[in-house]
């Protein structure tokens, strides 16, 4: 069995700290920005791995960081006014990707934070993109059909000019679904030049089936998720068909990981959304819970279960605790809380740099977000070729395919753990950063 890596951790000395690039870049170290936050973990994986001094300041920022402000006509005849991002962090491996969210709460630094994550991620699962991120900063539940139309294609003519199929491409994250992809698609085959060419549509993944979208897109994240435990537990002492887990978010990523897990036998046991948590000790039916979610909008008021306090549903004694909902909710008090063996993390960035040290101390597992939730980008990438030969794969051929790129990733994680002699999510950065050094090596930096 292999032993969790504590936080006092040898191979992470002083000298791996990246202050002097963070003062050579002027950033001004904030503990409590997610940006600074996930540059920091990414600077010391790159410390450790030898990344080359130039490369390291070329990571610290995203290439490009764009806002726009735009007008839409809400029904009831006034107009609101809606802020946008996109960030395109890096693009050495191939065109920036990465998710469109729609939230109240987007931030430019969170979504730089997520772009990063999504560079990282496309090296560690090896498909050949960058890493982008954008957003919304709205609440899709308060919207209606049309006006969530209207804010979709307002917000992709804002930024058409400044993404593309073979440049750069969203997909769907929190608050934004299949649907949302269709309108975006649409828009921007509509008002580009190039709008007669079919394959217009690669600019987003995570598109319906029947508008290019791939088989096996919508449970991608979970079944990858579902691949990485199957490679990663046993090693841990964990029987994948006998185990027990509890979820904290129940929607694309978390419903769907709820029930793969559930159909190869595993019990869960608790779960949390923003409507409330549930516990059952003789185990939830996960089908049944997606039906009643579809229904109601969320777990709350589910009959195969009772209703718990927030702090019963972190401290519910499970095998593997995922966090698939929001960034940051792993924070110091929760995660001391938290009653599981190893933490999957479904979500990204879901744990504070204060959490990762308290379940680090504990001695639980962290298997890190870039390699556990890459399964959604990695069939994005799918996508993108399917759309480009105009061959279409069946559901099992996707499916294979995944879980090859996911074994691998897995496997490369370990091998970095071994030769860096660090905890995974270092292990991870490591692992991938490798790749993205070996790539700018071979490359160089124009003229
Ligand atoms: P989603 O919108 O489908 O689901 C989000 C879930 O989080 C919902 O169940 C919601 O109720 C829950 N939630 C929101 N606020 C909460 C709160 N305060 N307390 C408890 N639960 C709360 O989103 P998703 O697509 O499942 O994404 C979840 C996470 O996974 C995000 O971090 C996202 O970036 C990441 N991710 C998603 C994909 C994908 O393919 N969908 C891929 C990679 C990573």
């Known amino acids: 069995m292999t032993k969790a890596v504590t936080a006092d951790h040898a191979s992470i000395s002083p000298q791996h700290l990246p202050a002097a690039v963070f003062e050579e870049l002027e950033i001004v170290r904030d503990p409590a920005n997610l940006f600074h936050q996930t540059i920091e973990q990414v600077l010391i994986a790159a410390q450790i791995v030898g990344l080359r001094h130039h490369q390291q300041i070329i990571l610290a920022q995203p290439h490009n960081e764009i806002m726009v402000h735009f007008p839409v006509l809400m029904d009831d005849g006034h107009h609101d006014l809606f802020k946008g991002y996109r960030v395109q962090h890096n693009n050495a ?6 998710g469109i969210r729609y939230h109240p709460d987007v931030h430019l630094d969170d979504v730089k934070s997520l772009a990063v994550l999504m560079t990282m991620k496309c090296s560690l699962v090896r498909v050949p993109f960058g890493g982008g991120k954008g957003g919304v900063k709205c609440n899709p539940r308060d919207l209606s059909r049309d006006e969530l ?3 979709t294609r307002r917000f992709c003519s804002a930024i058409s000019n400044q993404i593309g199929p073979d440049y750069d491409i969203p997909a769907p994250d929190v608050g934004t679904n299949a649907q949302i992809m269709a309108w975006f698609s649409d828009t921007y085959a509509q008002t ?3 709008h007669e060419r079919h394959d217009t549509f690669r600019i987003v993944t995570g598109k319906p089936v029947e508008l290019g979208g791939s088989l096996g897109r919508d449970k991608a994240t979970g079944q990858g998720l579902v691949d990485v435990l199957k490679e990663m537990l046993p090693e841990l002492g964990i029987d994948i068909s006998r ?3 509890s979820l904290l978010g129940f929607g694309n990523v978390g419903g769907w990981t709820g029930r793969l897990l559930g159909d190869l036998g595993a019990s869960m046991l608790a779960v949390q ?3 409330g948590s549930i516990y059952n000790d003789g185990g939830i039916d996960p089908h049944a819970l997606w039906d009643h979610v579809v229904e109601t909008g969320g777990v709350s008021g589910f009959r195969g279960a009772e209703r718990v306090t927030e702090n019963e549903f972190y401290s519910a004694p499970v095998d593997v605790f995922i966090p698939a909902a929001l960034e940051q909710m792993i924070t110091k008090d929760k995660a001391e809380l938290i009653n599981a063996k190893v933490v999957a993390e479904g ?3 879901p744990t504070t740099p204060e959490g990762d040290a308290v379940l680090m101390q504990r001695g639980v597992e962290i298997l890190p977000a870039i390699l556990c939730n890459a399964g959604g980008v990695t069939v994005s990438y799918f996508e993108w070729v399917q759309n480009k030969s105009s061959v279409y794969w069946t559901a099992e051929e996707v499916d294979e395919r995944l ?6 990733a897995a496997r490369r994680v370990k091998v970095a753990r071994v030769k860096y002699d660090v905890d995974m999510r270092t292990a991870s950065y ?3 950063l490798e790749q993205i050094g070996k790539v700018y090596d071979l490359r160089g930096v124009f003229p």
């Open 347 to 349: 979500a990204n960035a």
């Open 149 to 151: 139309m209207r804010v």
């Open 93 to 98: 491996l191939g065109p920036y990707k990465g």
């Open 430 to 432: 490591c692992a991938a």
């Open 273 to 275: 959304d923003h409507t």
């Open 243 to 245: 185990m027990t887990f």
């Open 192 to 194: 580009n030049p190039e």
């Open 403 to 408: 879980n090859t790129h996911m074994v691998l």
